[in-house]
């Protein structure tokens, strides 16, 4: 008796806790359910608890009313220069009314898709493919104004139409990339002529620059150096005029610097200067001579006759190489001492006999050198 009051309780509970269940539902939040009551759409469960009649009203499946992200495989499309590019899309929608999703469209996913495929057709078909692969945002626009005006009366809003992929063919693909391959050389050679001018630009400016720097220095160079030649010659000068020098003293300075003009490399002429006579004739008149004639010479004053031999004076020495004469000293003048009068006596007169001796020389050497002009002037060869 109590095992069969027990089994009672126990189905009592059940059809009790059967009938709780049935009649309340819970829906969560962001989702919707709706109701039919014998067949017919009664209402929709609006989140959190709610009541139904059980086993009068039967409760649909829950439908999402967040935003959803559907991508759709590509869909080939033939564009306006009849080439078939294969686009893939992805489509953002949510659902605004149950009711309609439920009751106007049978599976809403599928009819989306449907429906890109064909708008894609119609959009992509009045383009080209330049066209297509620049203008994603416009055909996302477009998709995205049609979808929401299909999809409005299926309880849909289309938020946001993406074109994931545009794949060509692979001949076009190909020639894509040979024009890419093309244009980065193009711009490649273009960057690589432009480096190699700037690079000639600054090398001209540089060497301009360095030029400059070095005709500067050359010109401050030269500034330098005739300042100090003329700093130099006028201490010369100074110095020479200070020391109060005579004719005779500049006489026998000139006399001094003729071997030099013979001593330099090649010379197979040499011209004696005019002014060796005047400054002989000076030096002659210093030492005692009769003015306006040399020692040891016949003829007019200022005039000389060459001897019929050359003779070596005395402390120096004659020099004819290849043509050309040089006259050098040994020893210097010998100047005589404060003392003794026959002293000074016998230097004059060695003096007065070197001078002599030069003027010889240099007499024979104008007489050669004017032979030897004369004999060029008549093509023959000088002796």
């Known amino acids: 008796m109590e095992l069969a009051i027990l089994i ?108 890109t495929a064909t708008m894609l057709r119609s959009v992509i078909g009045n383009m080209d493919l330049e066209e297509t692969l620049t203008s994603r945002d416009k055909i996302n626009t477009m998709l995205r104004g049609v979808l929401d005006d299909a999809s409005g009366k299926w309880g849909l809003r289309v938020t946001r139409v993406e074109i994931k992929a545009i794949d060509p063919p692979k001949s076009v693909i190909d020639a894509m990339e040979k024009q890419m391959r093309a244009e980065r050389e193009k711009r490649a050679a273009i960057l690589t ?82 002014e060796v006579t005047t400054a002989l004739r000076t030096l002659s008149t210093a030492f005692g001579g009769p003015e306006g004639a040399v020692p040891g010479s016949t003829g007019a004053p200022g005039s000389a006759s060459a001897p019929p031999e050359r003779a ?21 003048p010998t100047v005589p001492g404060p003392n003794g009068a026959a002293a000074r006596a016998a230097a004059a007169a060695g003096a007065r006999d070197e001078v002599a001796e030069v003027e010889r020389e240099v007499a024979a050497l104008e007489r050669e050198a004017a032979d030897a002009e004369r004999g060029t002037r008549h093509g023959g060869q000088p002796e």
């Open 312 to 332: 070596v004076p005395p402390g120096g020495r004659i020099q004819v190489a290849g043509g050309a004469a040089a006259l050098t000293s040994d020893a210097g």
């Open 8 to 115: 009672v309780a126990v189905v009592i509970v059940a059809l009790v806790v059967l009938g709780v269940t049935r009649t309340v539902r819970i829906v969560p939040q962001a989702r919707a359910r709706n109701i039919e009551r014998f067949g017919r759409y009664r209402k929709t469960l609006e989140p959190g608890m709610n009541f139904i009649i059980p086993f009068v009203d039967r409760v649909k499946p829950l439908i999402d009313l967040r935003e959803q992200v559907v991508a759709f495989k590509g869909q080939p499309v033939i564009t306006e220069d009849n080439l078939v590019v294969h686009i893939d899309t992805v489509l953002f929608f949510q659902v605004t009314d149950p009711r309609a999703a439920d009751y106007e469209i049978v599976n809403y996913i599928q009819a989306i898709e449907q429906i």
């Open 193 to 274: 002529a432009e480096g190699v001018r700037q690079s000639k630009i600054l090398t001209a400016e540089g060497e301009k620059q360095s030029q400059i720097l070095r005709a500067e220095g050359d010109r401050q160079g030269q500034i330098l150096r005739s300042e100090g030649q003329a700093q130099a010659i006028g201490t010369v000068f100074q110095a020479v005029h200070d020391g109060n020098a005579d004719p005779q003293v500049l006489a026998y300075q000139y006399l001094q610097t003729l071997p030099q003009l013979a001593q330099a490399e090649g010379n197979t002429f040499w011209v004696i200067p005019s």
